[in-house]
């Protein structure tokens, strides 16, 4: 049982990790708020986490990047092993790894995703699947281990959509930001895409391929205990309304603005999901 001094530091800890969620993505907030309470710190430590990493490699233009991410890393595995940081952000992530049996290898591979944006700007099928693996589908899984709360098996059997989800929710990003990954870091994740010579067909292909990982994805969420059915429910609607717009418009809309879905319509979104998982119809 911590003293309270030292419970004090951990709750400011976890309301840094909570401010930083709430500023940077509202969506993502909403989502964490139709969680169970028990489930609220957490993951806003996980979301505390993955948001500074890549700001390093994203916003810090001015400074050493690599040197920054270097030290991030090991401070990061330091605070796991000694169980405390004076950095709020890995201090609250590190009880979080501790507690819930987070694998190493997951943090390890996100890690390696932020050094590959610092190199490269472009990828093939195998960069391609390693970047969003480690970009996206273990996050879900750091999450996942959260909601099973030590099922080891629920864990193994809700491992495959839970990945589905991350690649669709990372694939779809990666088409909503394609002026600007292109425009302000030169980067093009799709494989063999052209940037210059993006066109319909290339648009179909890949919209073809989000759409198999949201349904695979689907199978798993409806099959999330209930205290995170309807948080992850929520964010895969969101998503999904995204990509339905996406899918609606020319490869031109694509190249030359930035597509989003109000915030009206979000919280349109959040009411039907809720009312939804009210009648388990989720």
Request: proline share 3%; aromatic share 14%.
């Amino acid at each position: 049982m911590p003293t309270p001094f030292m419970q004090l530091y951990q709750d400011t800890c976890l309301e840094c990790s909570k401010l930083i969620t709430n500023r940077y993505s509202t969506s993502f907030s909403l989502g964490i708020k139709t969680l169970d309470k028990k489930f609220h710190d957490p993951i806003y430590a996980i979301y505390g986490f993955v948001r500074y990493a890549d700001e390093i490699v994203d916003t810090f233009h001015d400074y050493d990047k690599a040197a920054l991410l270097k030290k991030f890393k090991a401070d990061t595995y330091t605070s796991i092993e000694e169980k405390i940081s004076l950095n709020p952000v890995l201090h609250s992530f590190q009880a979080v790894v501790n507690k819930y049996g987070i694998d190493l290898e997951l943090i390890e591979a996100f890690l390696r995703s932020m050094e590959m944006d610092l190199v490269k700007d472009a990828y093939n099928q195998e960069g391609y699947e390693e970047y969003i693996y480690g970009s996206a589908e273990v996050v879900g899984l750091m999450c996942l281990r959260v909601f099973c709360e030590g099922d080891h098996g629920l864990y193994d059997y809700l491992k495959g959509p839970a990945q589905s989800l991350g690649k669709a929710f990372q694939k779809v990003n990666f088409l909503r930001d394609m002026k600007s990954d292109f425009d302000d870091r030169g980067r093009v994740y799709f494989p063999g895409v052209d940037f210059t010579k993006f066109n319909s067909n290339a648009k179909l292909a890949i919209e073809e391929d989000i759409r198999r990982d949201f349904e695979h994805a689907f199978t798993g969420i409806v099959q999330l205990p209930e205290g995170a059915k309807r948080g992850v429910y929520l964010a895969y609607r969101y998503y999904l309304r995204l990509f339905k717009k996406i899918t609606k418009l020319p490869a031109t809309r694509i190249l030359s603005e930035r597509i989003r879905v109000p915030d009206n319509q979000k919280l349109a979104i959040w009411v039907k999901t809720y009312f939804q998982h009210q009648l388990r119809a989720i």
